[in-house]
């Protein structure tokens, strides 16, 4: 009689579970996206990929804009909980799963600093440079209008001054926070992926601590499921 | 940590804050303030490359803020505050929730506030010292574009009296300091912004009134005027200025 109800109990949880899995709104071939998944990937956690239709702007619909005001993918819903911005929705779904899968954010105190302080550098020097290079070889194109070289200039200058850094860093430790592979790492994955693609792979492949850190990234397990996704080409110059 | 607010005397175990008077370094000011927290400052002073500004602010890397605690140097002003809001969270103010949900909303708001709103501040702002801009921005184009970034402000606060809920928190604090370069411009239509929405007015002038946030305001001023030899007595520490440092590059390990 105990077995028959814990195997009752058993079947009720599961499907309680099933309809508890996190909801990810977005498209894999957008970068945001790209970034959340990789992070679910890497944290063996079950999701559900609800398409949103970038091109036919579903997400300026009102009902889209209820869950994120402005306007963009990806978006997260766990339960009663409804995030944005990717970088927020990386460090809740490593933190909530901290003990499953890939370690993205140390335990340690100090540690996880380090780990934070490289993911600040990602969204303020890093991301502002490469997603103005790759707005104007990926997405201007799309819009019908021509590539400004002006601006692709000068943000590969920065880009290539953040690369410095990023290589005298890897000359001293494998990954930007320190020995292991953290959301710090991760961060940087999607838009450099399509950067690559572009004519300017030369600012990776030339720096031979930075290029060996790229190749350690793309050789993931998570990395190889997400990549596919990742389906959008840039204009050849 | 106990040692270190029974005997504030003790140097070695003491905080160091490496900082200037501009910009990014309010927010870290403000924080240590918000907790409480004994530090020693070091002013670094960075007049001479203010007025290489690109229009990034931020030239990357070995610039001030820098926190040193013990053996950990910290940069970026958001890593420093995240790190002192969990290593001292009973400690002052509490500016990040417990709960994981929660503070997933706090995470939510600062990245708005670095991707979003940030860009298009310091946008803003390059029009008010293009003195020392080398670039002309045609300052009507920006403006539309930043009048549509408060927008989600204005929707946050019919909810709640915060960013993130019914307490201040991190994703407050870091909003303030450009928001008060912004209502320090000249230009009537940049204070419009703020003051045209009286959810996010009424938002700015309880965080203005905050004791951290006047002492910040109190030290940034002495920095600027660069009388900061002598040794500042505030209510809650003693803030001692150790030198006076030109350029300064921190490795980060």
């Not at chain 2, 009296?161 to 000249?186: K, Q």
């Not at chain 2, 419009?192 to 959810?199: A, E, G, K, V």
Request: charged share 25%; net charge neutral.
């Amino acid at each position: 009689k105990q077995t028959r109800s814990q195997f009752y109990l058993a079947l009720t949880l599961s499907s309680a579970l099933r309809q508890m899995v996190m909801k990810v709104y977005g498209d894999g071939m957008s970068a945001c996206v790209a970034r959340v998944l990789l992070c679910l990937h890497e944290k063996e956690t079950e999701f559900e990929l609800v398409p949103v239709d970038l091109f036919a702007c579903h997400h300026k619909l009102p009902s889209f804009l209820s869950m994120n005001p402005f306007g963009q993918v990806p978006v997260l819903q766990d339960e009663d909980l409804t995030l944005f911005e990717s970088r927020a929705i990386t460090a809740y779904i490593a933190e909530k799963h901290k003990d499953k899968g890939t370690d993205l954010t140390r335990h340690a105190d100090k540690e996880a600093a380090i780990v934070k302080l490289w993911s600040e550098v990602e969204s303020h020097h890093f991301n502002p440079a490469i997603s103005a290079v790759i707005h104007q070889l990926i997405v201007v194109p799309l819009q019908g209008k021509t590539p400004d070289a002006a601006i692709v200039e000068e943000n590969l200058e920065k880009l290539g001054k953040v690369l410095d850094v990023y290589e005298e860093k890897l000359g001293k430790t494998k990954y930007l926070a320190g020995d292991s592979y953290t959301l710090a790492d991760l961060h940087h994955v999607p838009y450099t992926y399509y950067f690559m693609k572009t004519g300017h792979a030369g600012l990776v492949n030339d720096r031979p601590n930075v290029k060996a850190w790229w190749e350690d990234l793309c050789s993931r397990p998570a990395f190889l499921k997400v990549s596919p996704g990742l389906t959008v080409a840039p204009a050849t110059n | 940590k106990n040692e270190r607010k029974m005997n504030p005397t003790m140097d070695d175990s003491k905080m160091k804050l490496h900082c200037g008077w501009f910009f990014f370094n309010l927010a870290a000011i403000f924080g240590i303030h918000e907790k409480g927290l004994y530090f020693e400052l070091v002013f670094v002073d960075w007049v001479a490359d203010v007025v290489n500004l690109n229009y990034t602010f931020v030239q990357p890397f070995g610039q001030v803020p820098v926190l040193e605690d013990g053996d950990l140097k910290l940069s970026e002003s958001k890593a420093i505050m995240r790190y002192l809001a969990e290593q001292y969270k009973d400690d002052g103010t509490n500016l990040l929730p417990n709960d994981l949900k929660e503070r997933a909303i706090v995470s939510t708001w600062m990245e708005i506030d670095t991707i979003q709103f940030l860009p298009l501040a310091i946008l803003s702002l390059i029009r008010e010292i293009k003195s020392f801009s080398h670039r002309h921005y045609n300052g009507s184009r920006k403006q539309s574009q930043i009048i549509r970034s408060p927008k989600h402000l204005r929707g946050s606060f019919s909810e709640s009296p915060y960013l993130a809920g019914e307490s201040f928190t991190l994703a407050d604090l870091h909003h303030l300091p450009p928001i008060h370069y912004l209502l320090n411009t000249e230009d009537e239509k940049v204070k419009d912004l703020i003051y045209s929405r009286p959810n996010v007015a009424a938002w700015v002038e309880k965080m203005k009134s905050r004791p951290a946030w006047l002492k910040t305001l109190h030290i940034t001023d002495l920095m600027k005027r660069r009388h900061l030899r002598t040794q500042l007595d505030l209510s809650c520490h003693d803030v001692a200025v150790v030198a006076h440092k030109t350029v300064m590059v921190i490795g980060n390990n």
